[in-house]
Nanobody, 127 residues
């Protein structure tokens, strides 16, 4: 049974940092594209970051412009876990953050690419 469980969200102030984690089970995350999306109230779910599979795509990272330079996505293959380090957080980063996984090796930015989803973790950034 495939499962993605996010953790690490919380209430922080603008300028603070957070590290989100996504624990995967039921599949080997290193052979999948792993990604983070977010959804703010009243808005559509949007791409945040992705890391390609290690075996065929070398684990390249991709970022949305809104978080590029402030965020780092990384894998811990031994723990079947993916992390999203976010620095210099802004109020507009407030959202529920979702972990996603896909066996595909293209269209990293697209919501429809991803087969598996976690339930999300809330990030709230106060000004």
């Amino acid at each position: 049974q495939v499962q993605l469980v996010e953790s690490g969200g919380g209430l922080v102030q603008a300028g603070d940092s957070l590290r989100l984690s996504c624990a995967a089970s039921g599949f080997t995350s290193s052979t999948h594209t792993m990604a983070w999306f977010r959804q703010a109230p009243g808005k559509e779910r949007e791409f945040v970051a992705a890391v390609a599979d290690i075996i065929w795509s070398g684990g390249s990272a991709y970022y949305a412009d809104a978080v590029k330079g402030r965020s780092t996505i990384s894998r811990d293959s031994a723990k079947n876990t993916v992390h999203l380090q976010m620095n210099n957080l802004k109020p507009e980063d407030t959202a529920v953050y979702y972990c996603a996984a896909s066996p595909k090796r293209s269209d990293y930015y697209s919501f429809g690419t991803y087969t598996y989803w976690g339930l999300g973790t809330q990030v709230t950034v106060s000004s």
